[in-house]
């Protein structure tokens, strides 16, 4: 980590759920909450709480100096393809491993609640 960015990882001790066009794609009290300086709260799933038959690799990968290098999934609902929604590390640097394979949803793409409260 750079001076002054840290990054911070622990179980989110909630129940998580993501929808999509009111489908839900995802629940679990499993969720990681990721805490980094300068972004907002990102939750992460673990892989079997995501419904896999809406998931669609993407082409897209992107790379954070404090992550590793990110891959991404479309979701395609009732025919309806959305892009690039989520991302995960498959093999983080050390300092994040905890996130490994774990799902993350851009919340102005899907709808994410904790506890049943929007975030």
């Known amino acids: ?5 840290t990054i911070t990882i622990e179980p989110a001790a909630a129940l998580v759920t993501v929808t999509v ?3 839900k794609i995802a629940e679990t009290q499993g969720a990681l909450i990721l805490r980094e300086t300068g972004l907002p709260p990102r939750y992460y799933i673990p892989a079997a709480d995501v419904d896999a038959g809406v998931l669609r ?3 897209l990968h992107t790379t954070c100096p404090f992550k590793g290098q990110a891959s ?3 979701l395609v ?3 309806t393809t959305h892009t690039d929604v989520v991302w995960y590390y498959p093999d983080p640097v050390p300092q994040v491993e905890a996130i490994a394979g ?3 949803f851009y919340p ?3 709808r994410i609640e904790v506890d049943g409260s929007a975030v």
């Open 1 to 5: 980590m750079s001076a002054g960015h």
């Open 21 to 23: 066009d009111g489908v």
């Open 57 to 59: 690799p993407s082409e």
């Open 72 to 74: 991404y999934h479309s």
């Open 77 to 79: 609902i009732d025919g």
């Open 102 to 104: 774990m799902l993350s």
């Open 108 to 110: 102005d793409r899907a």
